[in-house]
């Protein structure tokens, strides 16, 4: 079966740091690309941050860009987003899901990052 | 950017309607358009991919269409368990976008 599960979230005061993590199992994890996924309490969804299987191609929305890093450790089946310099906006739900072009589907639940002073 | 305008943003519909909900793109994105439901406390749930692709498991009430700039999600017979919030994805190119979403409620 397949499982994506996140965790790491947390409050965090604004302009503070957070690291998430994404754990990864009942698949092939190094052969598939993945993303990250936010929502904010009550609104819509919005991309966060995308990294190709072998972490060769990575982008960012623009709104975390300079301050957010994806990356992923194949051998350990995992996921992250370093969150820096975060502000009241970042405050979200956030997914991990696989592969948008796949023929599956997969998110994981979400972990809830807080900020706020 | 590719922006994705989703109309409308609510509506209020009754078990047995037929409720279409459209997205439109700011350029051209081919079928790279997947569409998902999402229901209080939970995950998104792809419903249709590449524009008009049934997602395996998903109920044949749900269809989707379009290509290009505008694409349409079919629900044709609005059932109980559909209530809920739906969103556009685009991922033609990066930065990936939603759509606004469109919350469906009971009439």
């Known amino acids: 079966e397949v499982q994506l599960v996140e965790s790491g979230g947390g409050q965090v005061k604004p302009g503070g740091s957070l690291r998430l993590s994404c754990a990864a199992s009942g698949f092939s994890f190094g052969s598939y690309d993945m993303n990250w996924v936010r929502q904010a309490p009550g609104k819509g969804l919005e991309w966060v941050s995308f990294?190709?299987?072998?972490?060769?191609?990575?982008y960012y929305a623009d709104s975390v860009k300079g301050r957010f890093t994806i990356s992923r450790e194949n051998a350990k089946n995992s996921l992250y987003l370093e969150m820096k310099t975060v502000r009241a906006e970042d405050t979200a739900l956030y997914y991990c899901?696989?592969?948008?072009?796949?023929?599956?589907?997969?998110w994981g639940q979400g972990t809830l990052v807080i900020v706020s002073s | 950017d590719i922006q994705m305008t989703q109309s409308p943003s609510s509506l209020s519909a009754s078990v047995g309607d037929r409720v279409t909900i459209t997205c439109r793109a700011s350029?051209?994105?081919?079928?790279?358009l997947d569409w998902y439901q999402q229901k209080p406390g939970k995950a998104p749930k792809r419903l249709i991919l590449l524009a008009s692709n049934l997602q395996s498991g998903v109920p044949s009430r749900f269809g989707g269409s379009g290509s290009g700039t505008e694409f349409t999600l079919t629900i044709s017979s609005l059932r109980p368990e559909d209530f809920a919030n739906y969103y556009c994805l685009q991922h033609r190119a990066f930065p990936l976008t939603f759509g606004g979403g469109t919350q469906v409620d009971i009439k």
């Open positions: 899901a696989r592969d948008f072009s796949s023929i599956d589907d997969y």
């Open positions: 350029q051209d994105i081919r079928n790279e």
């Open positions: 990294i190709s299987s072998s972490s060769r191609y990575i």
